[in-house]
């Protein structure tokens, strides 16, 4: 039913800003998880930043603190993802992604099980 569409990626030089944004169509849960995640070639998939209503909080990965803020437009129901200060080991295909909170062994995001977007390329050059 759910829909995520992520846009916004592109080339950009070390030390420069981009806006990726990921609009949500159909229904999605006002309490759901919602945040983003990346990968890049020959790596393991990592959470950047999400809305963690588990704990009515925001994660952040250490490697992105201070430079990425997530953000929402309610109204648009679209997420924000505000990258400033890029670096090269940011390069990767930035996904969006939506999920309900799962009890098992405690409340946590379960995003595993949730809804994705194909993805925007991020490449960030020298």
């Known amino acids: 039913q759910a829909r995520l569409v992520e846009s916004g990626g592109g080339s950009v030089q070390a030390g420069g800003s981009l806006r990726l944004s990921c609009a949500a169509s159909g229904y999605i849960e006002s309490r759901y998880c919602r945040g983003w995640f990346r990968q890049a070639p020959g790596k393991e998939r990592e959470a950047v930043a999400f809305v963690d209503t588990a704990s009515d909080g925001i994660y952040y990965a250490d490697s992105v603190k201070g430079r990425f803020t997530i953000s929402e437009d309610k109204a648009k129901n679209t997420l924000i993802l505000h990258m400033s200060s890029l670096k090269l080991e940011d390069t990767a295909m930035y996904y969006c992604?939506?999920?309900?909170?799962?009890?098992?062994?405690?409340?946590?995001?379960?995003?595993?099980?949730?809804?994705w977007g194909q993805g925007t390329q991020v490449t960030v050059s020298s």
């Open positions: 992604a939506a999920a309900s909170v799962d009890y098992e062994g405690g409340p946590h995001c379960g995003f595993k099980s949730g809804y």
